[in-house]
Every structure is written in C-alpha cells, then in structure tokens.
C-alpha cells in the first residue's frame, strides 16, 4: 500500500510506499500530526494509520517530549 502526505501548508507528496514513510518518520522527517491518504482525496491523522504509527512508536515520541 502507499500513502500521500499533506503537510500543514497544505503541500501534497505521493504516493510514498510505507517502507518510505517508516524511514521518514525515524528521521523524524513525518510526524504523526500530518495528514495522511490512502488515494489523495480522504485525509486522516497519521496517528490513525496503525500501520505507520504503531503504539510503540506513539509511546517513545510521547516520552521524548515531556
């Protein structure tokens, strides 16, 4: 599967494959705070795709920011 991301200015990149996506997001390029389209019409949250923002990895960013 592949996503497209909208950043907060409403930029749109994709479709990016998931292997893509989960290496952004350890550099810390994605944020689970970005929208997120399986076809580049209906957005979510990243936090809700599981798949890319697993409870794991929700945990870790939470301690970091405290």
Known sequence: ???YIRQ???HVSGPHTVDDIRQW???GKVRENMEF???GHEWM???EFV???PPA???R???RRR
Do not use: C, Q, T
């Open 1 to 3: 599967m592949s996503y």
């Open 8 to 10: 907060h200015n409403n």
């Open 25 to 27: 997001i350890k550099e």
């Open 37 to 39: 389209s399986p076809d």
């Open 45 to 47: 949250w990243g936090v």
């Open 51 to 53: 798949e890319l923002f």
């Open 57 to 59: 990895i929700r945990k």
């Open 61 to 63: 960013r939470a301690r």
